[in-house]
């Protein structure tokens, strides 16, 4: 935990927001009828007195990827080609 004073926030604050966070993306990705079975939190960037978290997507099927296309497809993400570089 950060000291009082310190200006920084509180790592269980970091780490509550992340997990805030991860909870919304489930949540809606659950209601576009798609489940990330690995969705989490990443553990090594939980680590330190001032982690900067981050959330581990995780691995998925080939069905569960096609899901996630056209889940976003549907928001109107619809297919994008990179510029060049």
Known sequence: ???AGSGQQATGDGIGDAERARDELSDALKA????LPSLSLDAVSCAGTAPRVLIDLGRCNVATAHALAA???LRGAG???EAAR
Do not use: D, I, Q
Not at 32 to 35: C, D, F, I, L, S
């Open 1 to 3: 935990m950060a000291t």
């Open 79 to 81: 297919p994008r080609r």
């Open 32 to 35: 576009a009828g798609v489940k």
């Open 71 to 73: 889940a976003l497809r």
